[in-house]
């Protein structure tokens, strides 16, 4: 179909690879239906993203223990963000459907996005001063040591 990647699904792949290579994935926690990873294109620092390990497209066909998990690890991620980064606001939410501007429109996602004061300039900083994988590697250390599912 036009528009799809031929390499295959990033989120199918990241979850598929084996647990040594969860670093290198920037994967920070596997539940049981779902799992939590940065994305490597964040629209802020610490830009985290749940996803099911069920390859779907929209939220309605997702079962009732997934879609619990999800929310969940929703959480998890806000309060491991709010610990490792003291953001000062979140944005969470799914874009479904490329017409939404899903970047992987073929596998349901949450973004879990947050915030500071003053940060709309945040990325082009990033793209100006080529500091993306530092960052994202210092994130993500941060990360796995707050990141807890016990509330
Ligand atoms: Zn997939």
Redesign the pocket.
Known sequence: MVGKKPAG?L??MKHQSPREKDRENYVIHRGKACYVLLNLFPYSNGHLMIAPYR?VSSIELLDGDSLYEMIALTKASVAALKRALSPDGFNLGMNIGQAAGAGIA??LHMHVVPRWQGDTNFMSVLADTRLIPEALNDTYDKLLQVFTTDS
């Open positions: 699904c989120l199918c390859h073929d596998h």
